[in-house]
């Protein structure tokens, strides 16, 4: 009897939508890319970060990890630190002394509601700054910490509240006391300083110039005034400028008798706060009415104290020898203190107004992170929502918006615009945005995972992209109010997107879908490069230096939990483990995932003719003895016609050799095999077909055929009402 073979040399991934191509699937879950032939390989799992302990030690009381990211210092990964949250508190998972360790860096801390997301980090030149939208920004920057003793001291010194709060307070300024010429007075005392310099030049050489006021009267009745203020402003780590304090002023006259001598004003300078390394002292010329500058309080550059620890300064520079005038536009306290979102675009730090001013988005000094300028941040439309995440994609800033998207231009010092890209795509999931090489910005939106490709520069066009129109099942399953749950990752090394979300009512992810990019040169093929992941407790996901994606569990020891329950940060690895368990205080490897790949519906071409499919031939790749089960379904029924197991050995030849089961000097061992797997499938007829192939072992699947005949029976008419 002649019958008809239908091949697909290579499979797909899933697909929900239908009709769907024979070659993709229905479901593809717990799968990877094998980096030879580029077919799926079941080697995916996930094992402790740091594994070798007996128990979760230091993660033993560490509850569900919201928020995971690992700040790279140098290159390379040369000082990598990771940093996570959990119930309340900021951590630093310690590495440099051998054994990992935990610091404490912060408690107290905001915890997200089951719909927000958790704290953002943005890595700059002077550290990682950490939003949640409720606590002040902090910025942290652990290294270098020493050994355990060391690092448990000065562990405090490693995070500092970002940004100003309020300007300095004033300096204090002394009263000058000028005395009478002839007793030659030096010194200080009662709230008041006698500090002369003399104008003359046979007093020391080139004395006349040092000194504030005059130093003679015109007419021994006028006593000229001396009228002077000061102000002082903080310079932190990050180089930038805090306001400018209040001013503090001091005024003196001189009597006849003091002609001759200038004087030297003392100021009481107040320490700045953490992260301060400078101060900058401000200062007026005479504005008093004796003098030419009269009522004229503009500030100039007296001195830069090169640290935070003096706090008494001298002040003896004539007005003609004063630095540069203050800024025109003066410096401000930090504008957002409960700012959600940050980025770094055109060296300018972008930071959200929080909750509290959701259409305003504000921008330092460039290169000056910590400076705000008073006039310094974009209104954007109201009709746009508030923000939902910034994002910087070379050459321009996304907005993410509750009804849009808008983007950033320009720069600092030509001016900042705002546009719009898109007014229907509305992403409420902030930690799913990443760049992806060669692809664009890929975000979970309401209704699917979009790219954004192209720019805006150079005639290129900017334009967003549904990438999971065909798994559109999928994203309706995600607990509606959780978006904001969803967390992502891209791997370079693995050459895939991660995106990890709360489904089926769940409150925390529990289902992963993975876009494997050596699968997208085959989608116009009709090729899915989608996978699902399942069994992957993921709170908050990020990457390592090297590519490595870690993950930082999302139950943890919730409630108390005991040792028999997973805790702390682990790696998604290619070993076929779902993480570990304690067994009599020892750690053993975690069962294997469940890997599977049912096949699309497929109709043959022609959906009313029903077909007797007899064989399905699976094309393997092994080097062991894995067992497969096989089930195969007709038109859209969920129960299989038929379950069985099978061993993924050659069909009409000797077993291939299991190694570790083998002398070797009786095998000898090249490469993996390529095994045909037919399976006969006889179920009387059909109209639709699908089979399914399930395993908990390492198998490569490369494609697979059905064998197939058809008595050009067709599909009986419909039920009458």
């Known amino acids: 009897m002649n019958q008809n073979t239908f091949q697909a040399p290579l499979v797909g991934g899933v697909t929900t939508s239908l009709p769907q191509n024979p070659q993709n699937a229905a479901e593809a879950v717990n799968l990877r890319v094998d980096e030879v032939t580029k077919a799926w390989t079941t080697r995916v799992g996930y094992e402790p970060y740091r594994p070798g302990q007996s128990n979760w030690n230091p993660f033993a009381s560490v509850g569900p990890i919201y928020g995971l990211h690992a700040a790279q210092g140098l290159a390379n990964g040369?000082?990598?630190?990771?940093?996570?949250?959990?119930?309340?508190?900021?951590?630093?998972?310690?590495?440099?002394?051998?054994?990992?360790?935990?610091?404490?860096?912060?408690?107290?801390?905001?915890?997200?509601?089951?719909?927000?997301?958790?704290p953002w980090f943005t890595d700059t030149a002077y550290g990682t700054i950490i939003t949640n939208g409720v606590d002040r920004?902090?910025?942290?920057?652990?290294?270098?910490?020493?050994?355990?003793?060391?690092?448990?001291?000065?562990i405090e010194q490693c995070i500092r509240p970002f940004g100003f709060p309020d300007p300095p307070e004033p300096p204090s300024a002394y009263r000058v006391n000028p005395m009478d010429a002839a007793a030659l007075p030096e010194g200080q005392g009662g709230g008041s300083t006698t500090i002369w310099c003399p104008a003359f030049s046979s007093a020391i050489a080139d004395g006349g110039r040092w000194g504030l006021g005059f130093s003679s009267n015109t007419t021994a009745a006028a006593k000229n005034e001396s009228l002077y203020s000061w102000s002082v402003a903080f310079i932190s780590d990050t180089g930038s400028e805090s306001p400018r304090s209040i001013l503090s002023s001091a005024s003196w006259q001189v009597p006849a008798t003091s002609a001759g001598y200038r004087h030297a004003a003392a100021l009481s300078v107040p320490l700045g706060p953490s992260g301060t390394v400078a101060r900058k002292i401000y200062r007026t010329a005479n504005y008093s009415d004796d003098f030419t500058s009269a009522g004229d309080t503009t500030l100039y550059l007296v001195e830069l104290v090169r640290n935070n620890e003096d706090d008494l300064y001298f002040d003896a520079v004539r007005s003609a020898d004063l630095g540069n005038p203050s800024p025109v536009v003066p410096t401000g306290p930090l504008p957002a203190p409960r700012a959600r979102y940050s980025s770094l675009y055109k060296g300018c730090l972008f930071l959200d107004g929080g909750i509290d001013d959701p259409y305003t988005i504000y921008?330092?000094?460039?290169?000056?992170?910590?400076?705000?300028?008073?006039?310094?941040?974009?209104?954007?439309?109201?009709?746009?929502?508030?923000?939902?995440a910034l994002f910087n994609n070379y050459a321009s800033l996304l907005v993410f918006r509750e009804n849009g998207i808008d983007v950033v231009q320009g720069d600092?010092?030509?001016?900042?615009?705002?546009?719009?890209?898109?007014?229907?795509?509305?992403?409420?999931?902030?930690?799913?945005?990443?760049?992806?090489?060669g692809l664009g910005v890929v975000f979970l939106a309401q209704d699917g995972v979009y790219v954004i490709t192209g720019g805006l520069q150079g005639g290129a066009v900017q334009d967003a992209i549904n990438l999971t129109e065909a798994q559109d099942d999928i994203i309706r399953r995600i607990t509606p109010d959780c978006f904001g749950k969803a967390v992502s990752?891209?791997?370079?090394?693995?050459?895939?997107?991660?995106?990890?979300?709360p489904v089926d009512g769940n409150d925390r992810p529990n289902l992963g879908l993975v876009l494997h990019l050596d699968r997208l040169n085959q989608v116009d093929g009709g090729l899915s490069p989608w996978t699902v992941r399942e069994g992957f407790p993921v709170g908050d996901i990020t990457t390592t230096a090297n590519g490595t994606l870690i993950f930082g569990h999302n139950t943890g020891d919730e409630a108390g939990a005991g040792d028999e329950y997973e805790k702390g940060l682990f790696a998604i690895s290619r070993r076929r483990q779902l993480g570990m368990k304690v067994v009599a205080d020892t750690l053993v490897d975690g069962d294997p995932p469940t890997s599977k790949w049912r096949s699309a519906w497929n109709s043959f071409g022609d959906a009313q003719m029903q077909k007797q499919v007899s064989y399905v031939t699976l094309w393997l790749i092994t080097s062991g003895d894995p067992t497969v089960t096989v089930r195969h379904y007709k038109d859209f029924k969920l129960t299989p016609v038929?379950?069985?197991?099978?061993?993924?050995?050659?069909?009409?030849?000797?077993?291939?050799?299991v190694f570790d089961t083998a002398l070797l000097d009786a095998v000898t061992y090249q490469t993996s095999r390529l095994v045909p797997l037919r399976v006969s499938t006889a179920q009387m007829s059909c109209a639709w077909f699908s089979f399914e192939i399930e395993t908990t072992e390492d198998i490569v699947l490369l494609g697979y055929e059905v064998t197939w005949t058809t008595k050009g029976t067709k599909v009986i008419h419909g039920k009458r009402a």
């Open 78 to 118: 040369a000082r990598q630190h990771v940093l996570f949250e959990s119930d309340g508190s900021l951590y630093l998972a310690y590495d440099a002394t051998g054994d990992l360790i935990l610091r404490e860096l912060a408690s107290g801390r905001n915890i997200p509601a089951p719909t927000e997301a958790g």
């Open 137 to 154: 920004p902090v910025l942290v920057r652990p290294w270098p910490l020493g050994n355990a003793a060391e690092s448990s001291s000065t």
């Open 363 to 388: 921008f330092s000094a460039q290169g000056l992170i910590e400076q705000y300028a008073a006039d310094a941040y974009l209104e954007l439309p109201s009709q746009g929502g508030g923000v939902t």
């Open 412 to 437: 600092y010092s030509a001016g900042f615009t705002v546009s719009t890209i898109s007014s229907n795509i509305v992403c409420k999931s902030p930690k799913s945005i990443q760049a992806v090489p």
């Open 489 to 501: 990752a891209y791997s370079a090394k693995e050459r895939e997107y991660h995106v990890y979300f």
């Open 642 to 657: 038929e379950e069985r197991a099978y061993k993924a050995q050659p069909p009409d030849s000797a077993d291939l050799p």
